[in-house]
């Protein structure tokens, strides 16, 4: 439906690149207001069977850590796609996931990914910038197997690992990721 409504009518308007495509892509927690240990049914009330019979409002849902709240919720994970227009200023959902809560923003970030590239095969993704939830060797390396180049902010918690170093020197160069200066990413 978002690619009849949204994707393709900005395509044909010239909203979005699809020659030179920058994807931005994360997630955030959607706590739901079921109970995990589900309902008591009132029909088994004042038999046997009142702790094994329960009716679950929301059977899919899973528990998560939300690390903006600092605590656990009951839910799904959301995660959105979206390409920012420069020349328009303004920033296109291309695509929304609703995942199981227990499934982290590094797995489905390249869901996202597969699944965009499959829906729009005539879109040339140059850059997929993820936040640091995203940095480890298999987003760096499955990027840049399909031609993208992977703009992920460096966790610093993790330290200087040589297996993301060995990417990040494919960056080098004259990219506008290393400012034409030759020496690749850095922290900032």
């Given at each position: 439906m978002l690619k009849a409504i949204v994707v393709n009518p900005s395509i044909e308007k010239g909203l979005i690149d699809k020659d030179d495509l920058t994807l931005s892509g994360d997630g955030t927690a959607i706590h739901i207001h079921s109970d995990a240990r589900g309902h008591h049914i009132k029909e088994y009330m004042s038999t046997d069977k009142f702790d094994i019979l329960?009716?679950?409002s929301d059977p899919s849902a899973?528990?998560?850590f939300d690390s903006d709240l600092g605590s656990y919720y009951f839910g799904y994970t959301g995660y959105l796609l979206g390409v920012h227009s420069e020349a328009d200023k303004i920033d296109?959902?291309?695509?929304?996931?609703?995942e199981p809560a227990r499934d982290h923003d590094?797995?489905?970030s390249i869901k996202a990914l597969n699944q965009f590239r499959a829906l729009y095969p005539e879109v040339k993704v140059l850059n997929y910038c993820l936040d640091s939830a995203s940095d480890n060797e298999a987003t760096f390396a499955l990027c840049l197997d399909w031609n993208i180049t992977p703009v992920i902010?460096?966790?610093g918690r993790r330290g200087e690992?040589?297996?993301i170093r060995n990417y990040i020197?494919?960056?080098q160069g004259d990219s506008p990721l290393s400012g034409g200066s030759g020496n690749g990413l850095s922290r900032f």
């Open positions: 329960r009716r679950y899973t528990y998560s296109l959902p291309v695509s929304l996931m609703i590094s797995t489905i902010d460096l966790n690992r040589p297996e020197y494919r960056l």
